[in-house]
């Protein structure tokens, strides 16, 4: 089993829709949670962090369900620029080393 | 704003070559790592460094060296390039600590033919 489980999609939807992501981790111990955005070909950049009773950024709402172990992330209004793959990351290790450990991301596609 | 810099977006390589990359931060981050990202395994982590002259395996250090003699810089080394080894590559460097975020250099493309 993966560390950390996220549907590659594609999600398809329109412009305006509404669009979650659910991922899963197995290790019940993870510390710290992350979304990252990729657009095709860049880098990997940080969208927002996690927190355990949730947290919202403009359109971004992220929440943590550490029964479940799993992480989710909803998107509103949804624009054409949020057409990327959305990478779930954990931490598992703690301490000063800071170990990331990534999802192989969900690809959104927003259609006009 | 953070600003990791990596030398060279595209790079392309013989077999058995010994390949360098670089990668340096202004951040002044401790922690910096490398990570190579191929289609459908996602990000894999090579080697990282959490201080000057410390360097850690990651999952997948096989055929790779890593080398920080300064804080701001990381390099990474192919000692004998293979096919196997064409990807993107990507440098990030992050503050210690659990819930520290991590920030990434735009990648290099590196092929070996």
């Known amino acids: 089993r993966k560390e950390v489980e996220q549907d590659p999609g594609p999600f398809n939807v329109p412009e305006g829709a509404t669009v979650a992501f659910n991922c899963t981790y197995s290790n019940s111990a993870s510390q710290s949670f992350f979304w990252y955005r990729q657009d095709c070909r860049k880098e990997p950049k940080l969208l927002m962090s996690v927190y355990s009773s949730g947290n919202e950024d403009g359109r971004f709402t992220a929440q943590l369900n550490r029964a479940s172990q799993y992480i989710s992330l909803l998107i509103r209004d949804s624009k054409l620029s ?7 990351v954990v931490n598992n290790y703690g301490g000063a080393t800071n170990k990331l450990i990534f999802g192989t991301g969900t690809l959104l596609a927003v259609q006009p | 704003d953070v600003k990791v810099t990596q030398s060279s977006r595209y ?103």
């Open chain 1, 82 to 88: 949020d057409s990327a793959t959305y990478l779930c």
């Open chain 2, 11 to 113: 790079l392309v390589k013989r077999t058995g070559e010994k390949v360098f990359l670089e990668c340096v931060q202004d951040m002044d981050h401790e922690n910096m790592f490398w990570y190579r990202q191929d289609p459908g395994l996602g990000l894999r982590l090579i080697y990282f460094s959490y201080d000057v002259k410390m360097k850690e395996k990651g999952d997948i250090p096989e055929g790779y060296s890593v080398s920080r003699e300064k804080k701001e810089r990381f390099s990474l080394i192919l000692e004998s390039a293979s096919t196997n080894q064409t990807s993107m590559y990507l440098c990030a460097s992050s503050f210690p600590g659990t819930y520290q975020p991590q920030h990434f250099g735009d990648g290099t493309r590196l092929s070996i033919l």
